[in-house]
């Protein structure tokens, strides 16, 4: 199956900084979606981008599917953005199940 | 966005017992997705449940240890059986495709999961 692997594993960052998070995957995508998961476990979509670039407030993401890879951008750090962030993707060959990336884990210090 | 409802949201249970967890989703989908979540690990895939049909388990999943119900087109429940403490997870739903065609939904959101700890 397709795999889905994030970088960096964890990151400390500092109120304020900006970070760039990494989604790489092994075959071609017809979706794939953002997610922020907080303390609490919940899921929060950000982003749903197969492709091209997308702005949401401090947060934008852009996948060049092309080559199979996927960034999401962080500006103005702030503790809120505490979590791990995942990327998910769904591959051309298998319909409707979504698969996980590894994961980003993200502490923002004041 | 879609709301899907999880309860519980979280229990702590006695190891060979089994726990059954719902989801109600608030529109008609065409399948619904169970994953876990393992303590610092991402989320894997249990299994998709079919309306009208068996679900469909991924490798490493059985429907003896996780039988799962779709007895309409908005709810799902997923049991977890003889528990063990490695099935101590975050448990969560997922929703799928409308089931309406021309609305095409992409986006796939999830409940708030079923925290799960096993003595």
């Known amino acids: 199956g397709i795999q889905v692997e994030q970088s960096p594993p964890d990151l400390i960052l500092q109120e304020g900084a900006n970070s760039t998070l990494r989604c790489n995957f092994s075959?071609?995508?017809?979706?794939l979606q953002w997610f922020h998961q907080n303390p609490w476990g919940q899921l929060i979509n950000l982003f749903y981008i197969p492709s091209g670039t997308k702005q949401n407030g401090r947060l934008s993401a852009t996948t060049v599917a092309t080559e199979r890879y996927s960034l999401l951008y962080i500006s103005s750090s702030q503790t809120t953005d505490s979590g791990v962030y995942f990327c998910?993707?769904?591959?051309?060959?298998?319909?409707?199940?979504?698969?996980f990336g590894t994961g980003t884990r993200l502490q923002v210090t004041l | 966005s879609a709301v899907i409802s999880q309860k519980p949201s979280r229990d702590i249970c006695q190891r060979g017992t089994s726990l059954t967890i719902q989801c109600q989703v608030d529109?008609?989908?065409?399948?619904m997705f169970w994953y876990r979540q393992q303590p610092g690990q991402s989320l894997t895939l249990i299994a998709t449940a079919n309306q009208g049909s068996e679900a469909t388990y991924e490798s490493g999943f059985v429907i003896d240890k996780f039988p799962i119900s779709r007895p309409n087109l908005t709810f799902s429940t997923l049991t977890v059986s003889n528990m063990s403490p490695e099935d101590s997870s975050i448990y969560l739903c997922s929703d799928g495709p409308l089931l309406l065609r021309g609305l095409g939904k992409n986006i796939q959101y999830f409940g708030a999961g079923t925290r799960l700890s096993v003595l």
């Open positions: 998910a993707v769904k591959s051309t060959g298998t319909a409707s199940k979504l698969t």
């Open positions: 075959d071609s995508v017809n979706n």
């Open positions: 529109s008609q989908v065409t399948m």
